[in-house]
């Protein structure tokens, strides 16, 4: 089942912060997130394991709850390289295998 | 970081032709390669997992005579779109994985498949 990344789209100004969630139906090993810019690969953020802490990558960090089956990326005075869709991943037999949400569209301006 | 190389980057075939497309990763060895398909503004729909030396394992939907896929080596991978239609035109792009486990997926650019 393809997770629900919400919301669709954010629109930011440089500075401001944002918070994208990711929902599952069902239980969760892992939570991947991935930023892809237009026309380029997707390229890792972070990977948040069942029972791990949360993570960071810069000034992007993000959670898992694992009761709630669900996971939540937060940029924190967004950059304008920040743009992009962001995706997050679920595995849910721990072998790696991922099915991506919708993905959220996040636009940064000056 | 890891390179995933993918080639080639554009190709247009006639419908009923087939075309092969590799996925390399350059600088280390994949246990695991994943091949994805994505449409304009979608997301990355999973098509496969293949492991090094195994037959690849294809998700619910994809028929795997269609889309043939080979993992010769700890560093390529190669899907064959066989009998291609322009409903297979699309955006395939490809990951590897160093573990078996959750661990990071690197990417391919991706390729862009056009049948006319």
């Known amino acids: 089942q393809q997770p629900v990344q919400s919301p669709q789209a954010v629109i930011l100004r440089e500075g401001e912060d944002a918070v994208i969630n990711c929902s599952s139906s069902?239980?969760?090993?892992?939570v991947h997130w991935y930023r892809q810019k237009h026309g380029e690969a997707p390229v890792f953020l972070m990977i948040l394991l069942k029972g791990g802490e949360q993570m960071r990558h810069e000034k992007i960090s993000a959670s898992f709850n694992e009761k709630k089956q669900q996971s939540s990326l937060y940029l924190t005075a967004s950059q304008l390289s920040y743009s992009g869709t962001y995706f997050c991943g679920t595995d849910y037999e721990g072998y790696n295998k991922l099915i991506f949400g919708a993905g959220t569209r996040l636009a940064v301006h000056p | 970081g890891a390179v995933v190389s993918q080639h080639p980057s554009r190709v247009i075939c006639k419908s009923g032709t087939s075309v092969k497309i590799e996925c390399r990763s350059l600088?280390?060895?994949?246990?695991?390669m994943f091949w994805y398909r994505q449409f304009p503004k979608k997301s990355l729909m999973l098509m496969a997992t293949?492991?090094?030396?195994?037959?690849?394992?294809?998700e619910q939907g994809v028929e795997k005579d269609k889309f043939l896929i080979n993992h010769a080596s700890l560093t390529l991978s190669t899907l064959t779109v066989t009998s291609a239609h322009p409903e297979d035109s699309s955006f395939y792009i490809c990951s590897a994985s160093e573990k078996a486990e959750p661990y990071e997926q690197y990417f391919g650019p991706g390729t862009r498949l056009t049948v006319t």
């Open positions: 069902k239980a969760l090993y892992s």
């Open positions: 293949s492991n090094e030396g195994s037959k690849a394992t294809y």
């Open positions: 600088d280390f060895q994949a246990t695991t």
